[in-house]
């Protein structure tokens, strides 16, 4: 179970507020609990921040501008340094033989 350190810890790791709704130190605990660390539970994180700003484009109005689209990929090279580079190995894959039968 995780500890409050480790959800502080967290909090800061994936740039959460502490009274945020959405990840609540309950929810912010069972991403740890689940993934197995913290450092996976932040790749996750940010993996949900960067799906929830793809839809942000830039915008220019009024003589200023937004590249808002530079949060999804900066959530997502966040993503990237948390998540490791192989987290679990594939499976091998058995060979078979399929018999022949003429007619």
């Given amino acids: 179970m995780a500890s409050l350190d480790d959800i502080a810890q967290l909090r800061r790791m994936a740039a959460l507020d502490a009274d ?6 309950q929810v912010v605990g069972t991403y740890i609990d689940n993934l197995g660390s913290i450092q996976a539970a932040a790749g996750a994180i940010w993996g949900e921040k960067a799906a929830a700003a793809a839809a942000l484009v830039d915008v220019t109005e009024s003589g200023s501008s937004r590249a808002l689209s530079q949060l999804q990929k900066a959530a997502l090279a966040m993503q990237q340094h948390f998540t490791p580079d192989d987290p679990t190995p594939e499976p091998a894959k058995a060979s078979f033989t399929v018999g022949i039968q003429r007619v």
Avoid: H, N, Q, V
């Fill in 20 to 25: 945020d709704e959405t990840y609540t130190d």
